[in-house]
T-cell receptor
């Protein structure tokens, strides 16, 4: 089955700096890769996602890149702000018609220091 | 739309007691997922349903756990008997099988087994 590895487990940056979180997946058939943000005591919420027919997607200060050959994808946050502090999870899902389940990474705790 | 609704939000019980967690998915969604989140194990998928039918229960830890989805608007996760190691936050999420794969999480139930 699918296995998703996420690094680093913790990341501390200064406000205004960029943050990068990386994930690798094992199943080459996976074709949907969402990123969720979870603030303390709250539910995970989708912040951006990418499908396997796209190499990069951007939404304001966040972007996701996907390298299908290497089976890895990354989250990039630019101009970080204290409110970006949270735990970020990557996930991977198989093709439509197969398993709908998302396999999550272990999470990265991002701390943005003012 | 009210989003995914879970009840109770907090549950404290004693070891050996039966616990029932409830979930109402977003209207129109036909997939429902139960997750467990702990510091040690991260976010784990327990079971998911498509069109009220259990598809993959490989994440259910043992026979003490059971889940049902009697109709499109209601699901339960039951633990009987409960044990201290079941203490965790349990999330329900819903989505569409024909969609892009996004899952919408409920607020979670924080379960403490004494």
């Amino acid at each position: 089955g699918e296995n998703v590895e996420q690094h680093p487990s913790t990341l501390s940056v200064q406000e205004g700096d960029s943050a990068v979180i990386k994930c690798t997946y094992s199943d080459s058939a996976s074709n949907y890769f969402p990123w969720y943000k979870q603030e303390l005591g709250k539910r995970p919420q989708l912040i951006i996602d990418i499908r396997s027919n796209v190499g990069e997607k951007k939404d304001q200060r966040i972007a996701v890149t996907l390298n299908k050959t290497a089976k890895h994808f990354s989250l990039h946050i630019t101009e970080t702000q204290p409110e970006d502090s949270a735990v970020y999870f990557c996930a991977a899902r198989g093709p439509q018609g197969g398993s709908e389940k998302l396999v999550f990474g272990k999470g990265t705790k991002l701390t943005v220091n003012p | 739309d009210a989003g995914v609704i879970q009840s109770p939000r907090h549950e404290v019980t004693e070891m050996g007691q039966e616990v029932t967690l409830r979930c109402k998915p977003i209207s129109g969604h036909n997939s429902l997922f139960w997750y467990r989140q702990t510091m040690m194990r991260g976010l784990e998928l327990l079971i998911y349903f498509n069109n009220n039918v259990p598809i993959d229960d490989s994440g259910m830890p043992e026979d003490r756990f059971s889940a049902k989805m009697p109709n499109a608007s209601f699901s339960t996760l039951k633990i009987q008997p409960s044990e201290p190691r079941d203490s965790a936050v349990y999330f329900c999420a819903s989505g569409w099988t024909s969609g892009i794969g996004e899952q919408f999480f409920g607020p979670g139930t924080r379960l403490t087994v004494l």
